[in-house]
């Protein structure tokens, strides 16, 4: 189950993170600092039952990055808060924790470690995951060589060798081939049916009808609604033609 309660997440831009902290020092005796603020989310609410599998959809810059951020624990929201019961795995970069110049096996074993897995469970699902990943060919080849599917290939695989009971996913089930894409999607309903309760963004609206049981729908950081997927989809496809 999760909660988001007038959650809003601010963006300051012009600090010293993007211009250096002797240059701010400067500009600010100088009276020349400017800061502009940019409001990535403002007030989303919303509430996700156990073992939905929830899309969350709007156009570019609509904040669903931001919001995946903030559900995965990644990024504090400026205002409002979240409750969320229970374990949350999140895979939002697909190139995030593992190290390009270690092979695909050692990655297996690095990334595991980050997603909170012994060693000794990487060891007993080590050949599920590697079988999964379809990159049995692939086990000593530097991951940075890999193609962004096989990354995807790779990542999901190790996210869902669990039973997390919240998962978090940005794009993932969009990337690689159509065989790969309906075995994740498979894999996904076998964890909505253990209870797993799922968050994913994607741009693929034929993905979000097909998977998703529930959507909320984001524009330009606020809710434009949420809903049973065909009406969220339907009104949102109508509000793009625009």
Known sequence: MIDVNNVSVRY???DFKDIGIKEYLIRKVKGQMTIKEFWALRDVSFHVDKGTLLGIIGSNGSGKSTIL???????PPTKGSITANGSIAALLELGAGFDGNLTVKENVYLRGALL??????VNEEYEHIIEFSELREFEEVAFK?????MKSKLAFSLASRVNPDILVLDEVLSVGDIG?????EKRMREMMSGGTTTILVSHSM???REMCTQVVWLEKGEMRG?????????MYERYMKK
């Open 145 to 149: 060589k890999l193609s962004s599917g």
């Open 69 to 75: 951020k903030v559900l995965a624990g990644i990024m």
């Open 12 to 14: 300051i831009m012009g």
């Open 206 to 208: 034929q993905q979000i």
């Open 226 to 234: 949420i809903g049973d997927t065909k009406t969220m989809c339907d």
């Open 180 to 184: 790969f894409r309906k075995k994740s």
């Open 116 to 121: 909170g897995y012994t060693k000794e469970f």
